[in-house]
């Protein structure tokens, strides 16, 4: 069940999710939300808090969760966006979580994998997605055999 929404924030998910998770039971969570507190400039304790009570409400409802990160352009500063990339390893680590710490790593740089906004992968792009995402997401499926 595809549960996002173009143009999330954390903020969002976490308002949304306590409906998703009561609707679908789901088994695993794969959680990749942030970029768009990042692009927002955001404050990033704001967003690290609302994946922390995602995760917790993900297991809460029985869930395994695989956390997804993402990665905000340099012009942010270097602070904020070396921040913005610890946060999901933080996390994971905190949470002992599987982590795909970049979900675009094979496609963000190539023009012909991204659709003209140069944020999102297009069709092109898709199977280097789920080249990326597998390797953490194939054995959570094995589990749930």
């Not at 070396?82 to 994971?92: C, G, I, K, P, Q």
Request: hydrophobic fraction near 40%; charged fraction near 15%.
């Amino acid at each position: 069940m595809n549960a996002s929404v173009s143009g999330e924030t954390t903020s969002g998910g976490l308002q949304r999710l306590p409906r998703a998770l009561q609707l679908n039971q789901p088994a695993i969570v794969v959680l990749e939300l942030g970029a768009n507190d990042g692009l927002r400039g955001l404050p990033l304790n704001l967003a690290s808090a609302n994946l922390s009570r995602m995760i917790d409400l993900a297991r809460q409802a029985g869930a395994r969760v695989l956390l997804v990160g993402m990665r905000i352009p340099p012009n942010y500063g270097p602070r904020y966006t070396t921040d913005f990339a610890s946060m999901y390893s933080d996390l994971a680590g905190r949470y002992h979580l599987p982590l795909v710490p970049f979900l675009l790593v094979s496609v963000a740089l190539d023009p012909a994998r991204m659709q003209e906004d140069r944020m999102h992968p297009n069709a092109n792009g898709e199977p280097a997605v789920l080249e990326t995402l597998w390797p953490q997401l194939e054995p959570m499926l094995h589990k749930n055999r």
